[in-house]
């Protein structure tokens, strides 16, 4: 069965993150998808660190047009 998700804004996405057991090649493509951002994600990445990047990247760029592409 294929699940679908709506994700529309950022607080949806790191619920997604948060609650949703999805590879992490997976997540990769959802956070390039939705926030023109990239990262690379081991198969064995710590979601909660994850989040907490994210987090700090969206306090600090939000939607600055000159905003970093990458996520490390």
């Known amino acids: 069965m294929i699940k ?3 994700i529309s804004s950022f607080e ?3 619920e997604f993150i948060k609650t949703q057991d999805v590879p992490a090649k997976d997540i990769t ?3 390039a998808d939705t926030m023109s951002i ?3 994600l081991e ?3 710590n ?3 994850l989040v907490n990047k994210l987090k700090d990247y ?3 760029w ?6 970093p592409f990458f996520l490390y």
């Open 4 to 6: 679908e998700f709506k």
């Open 12 to 14: 949806d996405l790191i």
């Open 29 to 31: 493509e959802i956070i």
């Open 38 to 40: 990239y990262t690379s």
């Open 43 to 45: 198969d064995n990445f």
């Open 47 to 49: 979601r909660d660190d």
């Open 58 to 60: 969206w306090i600090k």
């Open 62 to 67: 939000k939607n600055i047009r000159e905003r």
